[in-house]
């Protein structure tokens, strides 16, 4: 099993960013998928999950509204739409398989700075 995010990066208060993560080594369609993210100092905080044919997403309340997650089977990717970036949504960003709260892998994670 391999997820590896790409996508991240260094954008001002207000910008969008798309953060991708290709899977490999099992049945992507499967599986539900999350976005997951740690911010410094912090512990990693949920950000959205969807279910195996995308039919389904769930989004934290946090971002809610700004970031969309979508998937697509045909390449096998994850991908996370992040738009009106905050300052606080800096961190690094992982993807994630499995149910909510119990994931069985983690990509290595995408950094998402956002400042001016």
């Known amino acids: 099993v391999q997820l590896v995010e790409s996508g991240g990066g260094l954008v001002q208060p207000g910008g969008s960013l798309r953060l991708s993560c290709a899977a490999s080594g099992f049945s992507f369609s499967s599986y539900v998928m999350n976005w997951v993210r740690q911010a410094p100092e912090k512990g990693p905080e949920w950000v959205a999950s969807?279910?195996?044919?995308?039919?389904?997403?769930a989004i934290a309340d946090s971002v809610k509204g700004r970031f969309t997650i979508s998937r697509d089977t045909t390449k096998n990717t994850l991908y996370l739409q992040m738009n009106s970036l905050k300052p606080e949504d800096t961190a690094l960003y992982y993807c994630?398989?499995?149910?909510?709260?119990?994931?069985?892998?983690w990509g290595q994670g995408t950094q998402v700075t956002v400042s001016s």
């Open positions: 994630a398989r499995g149910n909510v709260g119990n994931y069985d892998y």
């Open positions: 969807i279910n195996t044919d995308g039919s389904s997403t």
